[in-house]
Nanobody
Framework: QVQLVESGGGLVQAGGSLRLSCVAFGRTFSSYDMGWFRQAPVKEREFVAAISWSGGNTYYADSVKGRFTISRDNAKNTVYLQMNSLKPEDTAVYYC?????????????????WGQGTQVTVSS
């Protein structure tokens, strides 16, 4: 298992950008597929994006496709979420997660670790 720590959240105006980072502590980060999820107030947690261990495969939720980009740097044990053209409906706590399969991460199933979350607030 790895420990995950997110950062980069904050307050931004609609149309702005943020980049979230998730640092993993553990020797096996490069063996994990990674995902980003988010949870808005009074809503269930939802899938945002996922990336395979090599970075060669990515998946996105339809709601963020074309605006968000997930990437990773295995040398730095870090996965990123670049968020552009932000909308008020993107406001949520964003969590990163580590799992064994990108195909099930995108379905919301995470068999590894979760981070503690970072708040993103988009004002209109």
């Amino acid at each position: 298992q790895v420990q995950l720590v997110e950062s980069g959240g904050g307050l931004v105006q609609a149309g702005g950008s943020l980049r979230l980072s998730c640092v993993a502590f553990g020797r096996t980060f490069s063996s994990y597929d990674m995902g980003w999820f988010r949870q808005a107030p009074v809503k269930e947690r939802e899938f945002v994006a996922a990336i395979s261990w090599s970075g060669g495969n990515t998946y996105y939720a339809d709601s963020v496709k074309g605006r968000f980009t997930i990437s990773r740097d295995n040398a730095k044990n870090t996965v990123y979420l670049q968020m552009n053209s932000l909308k008020p409906e993107d406001t949520a706590v964003y969590y990163c997660a580590a799992g064994s399969s990108i195909r099930v991460i995108r379905l919301g199933y995470v068999d590894g670790s979760w981070g503690q979350g970072t708040q993103v607030t988009v004002s209109s």
